[in-house]
């Protein structure tokens, strides 16, 4: 059996990825139990939650602890990644959630939202929210809410700082250099 991994998003393949390389992948929530994948060299695509060797990482035990402070009684607020430190109690923000849904009522996403804060339906796809979680947060909250096709972009306007699913490694790698936080002396003007 092969340990290289293929990601279908909105019908393209991209890799051949190492069983690391997906497990990092899950871990940054760029990978979502409904990630479509395959073993290199398989044409038949399964939901990541339904792989066996990477399974286990979409199980709340291997979540990080809840945080208390963010918690509300229908939704405990999760730590997660790097950025959380900007979701402490107290520290409301301003978000711009963008969605592109292909393959599943908008319902479920505005929905979630409306449950995170205070909410408008800026225009159709695009939110402005308020909000105490973190821009990770945001994102993890409503990635169950998206198909296969669909994707998501949460923009934290307050603290500079940006989560996606479903864009693909490409995009991805595009988005991660254009939002990297260069030195001012290091950026060239054109």
Not at 15 to 34: D, K, N
Not at 150 to 177: C, Y
Request: no cysteine.
């Amino acid at each position: 059996m092969s340990d290289y991994w293929i990601v279908s998003v909105g019908d393209r393949a991209y890799g051949p990825y190492t069983t690391e390389q997906m497990e990092g992948f899950a871990a940054e929530g760029r990978l979502a139990a409904s990630s479509l994948i395959a073993r290199a060299g398989e044409t038949s695509f399964r939901s990541a939650g339904e792989e066996p060797k990477f399974s286990a990482l979409f199980q709340p035990s291997k979540m990080a602890p809840r945080e208390e402070s963010l918690s509300t009684p229908e939704r405990p607020a999760q730590k997660f990644g790097r950025s959380d430190i900007d979701g402490k109690s107290g520290d409301r923000a301003r978000f711009v959630i963008i969605t592109d849904m292909k393959s599943r009522s908008i319902q479920g996403v505005e929905e979630e939202i409306h449950k995170m804060g205070s909410a408008y339906s800026l225009l159709p796809q695009v939110w402005l929210l308020m909000s105490e979680l973190s821009v990770s947060s945001i994102r993890n909250l409503l990635t169950p809410q998206l198909g296969k096709l669909d994707s998501l972009f949460v923009l934290d306007a307050t603290h500079d700082k940006a989560a996606w699913f479903n864009f693909g490694p490409e995009a991805d790698t595009r988005i991660r250099k254009l939002w990297s936080k260069e030195p001012p002396a290091a950026r060239q003007i054109a």
